[in-house]
Structures are given as structure tokens and as C-alpha cells.
């Protein structure tokens, strides 16, 4: 019976170079011996860099994947981390991965020494993110439907008596203040209920045919004359090849234009906001059946005074804001239209100074948007 050849040493070499994870081989001693191509890319290091190199002496300050691969070499047994590994380097972001490191043996039994292979977490990551952020505004939602009702009945109640106090008590009245306090109070309280009412009872987004450019160019006009007496500048660059999305224009439109105002209003006087639109090389969509979708990438940036790390991971909880005045629902609304539209949204504090928001929404056509929006 014949036996199917055996790949030969180019086919593998092929394997390793063209594989997404980053493979680092190392011999007994700790010598770095192979060090594939995505692992240069992950790590910010040539192949020239690390081979021949003590992988604890080149990567002393990566205390996990040290510990790992001194476990693999000394024990001779697999051994993965799937949580604490983040890969810190120089010119590097950091980066979240899954590591697993294997012993290899020779055909005898003797080991010979350990590969680590490791898997960049950061995408599952920022859906997991996500999926948390839409799992708290469900939350809100479902509250807020439930106290809407009983709060907007004695609240009319309340507006129109004072409404009435208002008409009895005459222009020239003292107490007129505290009448008008009173009717801007509940007016205040009825757009909190109804942007709560937002999360709870959205409307499904109506897929249609999406020229983001254009979207962002019609806010930009508006909000150049919103923000003129403080000479804000709005930089667009827009990538003239992305196609028409399919998506909810009115939503998006609703998205973005609470975005760029937000970047305005960060901003100080004469200050700049950039707008930039590309193909997103970073992430794609995958849907059973289907090739993985590009994803088109929105970035919002701002000169402002950028938001403390701790403030950052709160920001799309409902009524947390960092602005007088804010009922803290903006940002979890602009959340939903994102969620509801297949993609999803990270704040990020520039290295320059100032925050940029990054949207990415799946670049799939009108049919298909229309069976996995709505699903």
C-alpha cells in the first residue's frame, strides 16, 4: 500500500513562515533556534535579532513566558497560559496571548528542547469587551423599562402643576424662578427617561446602502459652524476606494455626530479633531459559511486632555460621564448602534497627547447585512 510522501524541509519552512501564531523554537540550552515571521511581528524583533540569542537573556523581562518555557525544558511537559501572558516590547503596543510551550524529542526519547507557539488575544479580547459593555446596557434597559412607566406619570403630573402655578402667579411674580426650575427639572428628567427608553426599545436599524464619507463630511460641515466661535479645525481623511456600507444611515449618523461633538468639546480653543476612514488590517468578521469580512475602520481623534486609565474603563457604563451637565447615556447609546450594526467601538488615549475613538463596522453587502443585523 504506498504511503503519501512525507513534506520536505522547504514545505515545513513554508508552514511556519505563512502561519498566523508566533513560533519560537528553542534548543535544551535555551538557544533560540527558529523564530517565524508573525513571532518577529508580534514581538518587534528580526529573525537576526533573536537567533542564536538565550531566549532568557533576550526575553528576561517576559517573566511568564521565562517561567513557561524553564517549566517545558527542565520537566519535559507542556504547559499553557492562556490569561497573563502580555507581550511588552519597545515600539510595540501591548498585546494579549494565549502561549503554549511543548516539549521536543528526537525519535530516540531524548529531548532536544521546547517550541512556543503564541496566539494574539487581542481581538477576542475587545469582543469580550464588547459582549460585556451590551450585557450591562441590556441590564440598564430592562430597568429602565420597567420604571419608565411609573416615573413619567407623576413626573407630567408634576410639570403641569407647576405649569400651572406659573400662569396663576403673573409675569412680575418672585416665585417664578422656582416655577421655571421646576418645569426645567422634569423636562431634564424626561430626556434622561427617554434616552434609558433608548436602550430598552431601540428601533432595529433598516439596512440600506451606507456612504460613510459622505456621513462624516455633512457632520463635519455642521459641526464647524457648532464650534466656530472657539476655532476648532476638522481634518478629514477619508479613504475615497471603501465602498457604501450597509448599515442604518439615520443611526449612523446619530453615532457619529455624538463622536465628533464629543472630540469638539474635548478640544481646547483652536484645537483639532482628525477624522480618518480606512480598510481595518487589524480585524476582520467571520460568519459561518461565508470568507471573513474586512472591516471598515472610523478614527476619531481629539488634542484634548485625554482620559485617566481608570476613567477609560468606565466610560460605557450608563450615567457615567466626565462632562457637567452629561447624563452619561450618550456613549452607551452610540455602543448599541455599533453592537447593532455587527462591529464594535474602543476608546484609546494617544501617545501625543489627546483620545481617539476607533470604530470598526463589517464591510458586507445589503443581503447579507440584512440577515445578520437583524438576526
Do not use: W
Not at 136 to 153: C, D, F, P, Q, Y
Not at 271 to 281: A, F, K, L, M, T
Not at 286 to 307: E, N, Q, R, W, Y
Not at 338 to 358: C, I, L, S, Y
Amino acid at each position: 500500500m504506498p504511503t503519501k510522501n512525507r513534506p520536505s524541509s522547504r514545505e515545513y519552512a513554508m508552514i511556519l513562515e505563512n502561519i498566523e501564531d508566533a513560533v519560537i523554537a528553542l534548543d535544551q540550552q535555551g538557544i533560540i533556534s527558529l523564530f517565524n515571521p508573525a513571532a518577529q511581528n508580534y514581538i518587534g524583533m528580526s529573525e537576526k535579532q533573536c537567533i542564536g540569542r538565550l531566549f532568557f537573556e533576550r526575553f528576561g523581562h517576559q517573566k511568564i513566558l521565562c517561567k513557561l518555557a524553564r517549566t517545558t525544558l527542565d520537566k519535559g511537559r507542556s504547559i499553557s497560559d492562556h490569561e497573563a501572558v502580555v507581550l511588552r516590547m519597545p515600539g510595540t503596543k501591548p498585546r494579549p496571548v494565549s502561549t503554549t510551550v511543548s516539549p521536543i524529542f528526537a525519535s530516540n526519547g531524548v529531548q532536544q528542547g521546547a517550541v512556543m507557539i503564541l496566539r494574539d488575544l487581542t481581538q477576542v479580547r475587545t469582543l469580550e469587551e464588547t459582549l460585556k459593555r451590551a450585557d450591562r446596557l441590556s441590564m440598564v434597559g430592562t430597568m429602565a423599562a420597567g420604571l419608565a412607566h411609573e416615573i413619567k406619570n407623576p413626573l407630567g403630573g408634576i410639570k403641569g402643576a407647576a405649569q400651572l402655578l406659573q400662569m396663576e402667579l403673573g409675569k412680575d411674580n418672585d416665585l417664578q424662578e422656582y416655577t421655571q426650575l421646576m418645569i426645567r427639572e422634569t423636562e431634564r428628567v424626561n430626556r434622561i427617561i427617554e434616552e434609558l427608553l433608548d436602550l430598552s426599545r431601540p428601533r432595529k436599524p433598516q439596512p440600506g446602502k451606507v456612504n460613510i464619507s459622505q456621513v462624516l463630511d455633512e457632520i463635519v460641515m455642521l459641526q464647524k459652524q457648532a464650534v466656530a466661535e472657539r476655532a476648532i479645525r476638522f481634518k478629514l481623511h477619508l479613504d475615497p476606494s471603501i465602498p457604501d456600507i450597509s448599515g442604518d444611515r439615520d443611526l449612523l449618523v446619530r453615532l457619529f455626530l455624538n463622536l465628533i461633538k464629543n472630540a469638539g468639546e474635548a478640544s481646547p480653543n483652536g484645537g483639532r479633531v482628525n477624522i480618518e476612514s480606512r480598510i481595518d488590517s487589524e480585524y476582520h468578521m467571520s460568519f459561518p459559511g461565508a470568507k471573513p469580512t474586512p472591516m471598515v475602520l472610523i478614527t476619531i481623534s481629539d488634542d484634548g486632555p485625554g482620559i485617566p486609565q481608570q476613567k477609560l474603563e468606565q466610560i460605557f457604563t450608563p450615567f457615567y460621564t466626565t462632562k457637567d451637565g452629561g447624563s452619561g447615556l450618550g456613549l452607551p447609546i452610540c455602543q448599541k448602534i455599533v453592537t447593532d450594526h455587527g462591529g464594535f467601538m474602543q476608546f484609546v488615549n494617544r501617545t501625543e497627547g489627546g483620545t481617539a475613538v476607533k470604530v470598526s463596522l463589517p464591510l458586507i453587502s445589503n443581503r447579507e447585512n440584512e440577515s445578520n443585523i437583524n438576526s
